[in-house]
């Protein structure tokens, strides 16, 4: 007889794994969401958020009120656990699995013959499987697959989460899923659960196929838009305008090239390739390259408003949005927090930062004196030099009048 899997345990509450839980509460699963934060555990278990994302606070204060959903800092037993904890890299570029190892282990205490596991965390290729190692080693007297195949005693999976932040709830149930397993019926196992909320088509494959599928989605689009970029550095250097270079280059049936912009951030297209190059590093010049240009882009957009503030002799430069993409307010790994803490550690004058998604500066820009947050009048009113680094629906509405008699560099092409 198939396991059930009407319990779910949710291990990490952040932009992937809350919305994650809020969605299986809200299909009739009993679920128990962990988070190493307390506070936020407590503010989840008042039916409150603790991110920003459309119609998520409805879901959670719903689920909680009907008691589908609640929020500990330990996980308990669960037909099934999903994983969706941070994967980063550290200094060298290496993947950091530590935080994926600390979930494993907190699961591997509580669990039973017949559970899942499946991590939705982006993973290097052969995590999945080191995933199923670690589990067995807290619980000796259970089977893994890794090891014991279709007679294992608990299924491990891995079905990388493709949602993209502002979408996430529609996103999570629209898409396509890809789902690997450390065996087939580790696969069947977690596909039997996610076709219980998924309306996507859930396609089946190996654990190992599907860590390199997700890793290869993202560093598609970092080498995509790194072409983006080193193109319009090529139009800075040749005098054209980019946005029209790329209008016109699209209009060919076989041809879309991305956006350029003031660089590429959040944490998983700026962080993703890496993986890649770690796995393989004599195999990957081109991802390498893509990164390393979109990494140099914050460098460039900061170098010509220094010039263009040269011009000044107290120039004031408004910076518009903080956010490494538009109207969210997310600032991990923002090209914008680095061009503005180029501009104030390298330039002069003041510095008036507008980012409407959030009330107060991050650490590394707030003990700057020159740095200030400001309202968009403000900014417009007071400003010599405007520069656009996010394209947020507000500063779209910014009427030309307003630049009027001002240095604009627009890195989003908003205003073209
Ligand atoms: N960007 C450009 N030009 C473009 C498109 C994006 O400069 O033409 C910049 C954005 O401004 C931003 C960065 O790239 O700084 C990344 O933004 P994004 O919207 O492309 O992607 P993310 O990081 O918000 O979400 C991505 C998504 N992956 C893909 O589209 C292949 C999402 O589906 C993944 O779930 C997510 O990464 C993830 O968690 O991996």
């Known amino acids: 007889m198939k396991p059930k899997h009407d319990t779910v345990c949710v291990i990490g509450l952040g932009y992937v794994g809350l919305p994650m839980a809020a969605i299986l509460a809200s299909r009739g699963f009993d679920v128990l969401g962990v988070d190493v934060n307390a506070e936020t555990v407590a503010l989840i278990n008042q039916g409150k958020v603790h991110i920003v994302e459309p119609d998520l606070d409805i879901l959670v ?44 282990e907190s699961v591997a205490g509580v669990l039973k013959e017949g559970d899942l596991v499946i991590i939705e965390s982006t993973l290097p290729v052969g995590t999945t499987e080191a995933v199923s190692a670690w589990l067995a080693e807290v619980r ?31 996103e999570l149930v629209g898409n396509d899923r890809v789902i690997g397993g450390v ?9 039997d659960l996610y076709r219980r909320f998924v309306n996507g088509e859930c396609l089946i494959t190996t654990a190992r196929t599907a860590e390199l599928v997700k890793l290869a989605e993202n560093s598609y689009r970092d080498v995509n ?24 280059a699209n209009h060919h049936p076989r041809v879309d090239i991305l956006k350029p912009g ?17 796995s393989a590093p004599d195999d990957t010049p081109l991802i390498r390259a893509a990164r390393n240009v979109n990494d140099a882009k914050p460098a460039h957009v900061a170098a010509r408003v220094l010039a263009a ?20 307010d997310d600032l991990r790994e923002s090209p914008a927090i680095e061009i503005v803490r180029i ?30 947050a400001v309202d968009l009048d403000h900014a417009l009113e007071a400003a010599d030099i405007v520069v656009l680094l996010v394209d947020h629906k507000p500063f779209k509405a910014v009427a030309p009048e307003r630049l009027k008699g001002k240095v604009v560099i627009d890195t989003r092409g908003l205003w073209r």
């Open 140 to 170: 000796p007297e259970l089977r893994f697959p890794h090891r014991d195949g279709s007679e294992a005693d608990v299924q491990v999976a891995h079905s990388p989460e493709r949602v993209l932040p502002g979408r996430i709830l529609m």
């Open 262 to 278: 003031p660089g590429v951030g959040g944490h998983c297209i700026a962080v993703d390739p890496w993986f890649i190059i770690d």
């Open 183 to 191: 065996s087939p019926l580790c696969a069947e196992r977690a596909v």
């Open 225 to 248: 838009i790194a072409f983006a970029n080193e193109l319009s550095r090529v139009c800075d250097r040749l005098g054209l305008n980019v946005w029209d270079v790329v209008a016109l």
């Open 309 to 328: 503030a040269a011009e000044f002799p107290n120039p004031r430069i408004a910076c518009l949005g903080l956010s490494y993409k538009a109207d969210i």
């Open 343 to 372: 501009l104030a550690t390298q330039g002069k004058g003041d510095i008036l930062v507008v980012e409407p998604h959030t009330s107060h500066l991050p650490e590394c820009l707030d003990s700057v004196e020159r740095v200030a």
């Open 61 to 104: 204060n719903g689920a909680v009120a009907r008691g589908k959903l609640k929020a500990a800092t330990k996980p308990e037993p669960a037909d099934a656990f999903i994983i969706a904890v941070p994967t980063p890299f550290v200094d060298d570029h290496k993947p950091d699995l530590s935080y994926l190892k600390e979930a494993a």
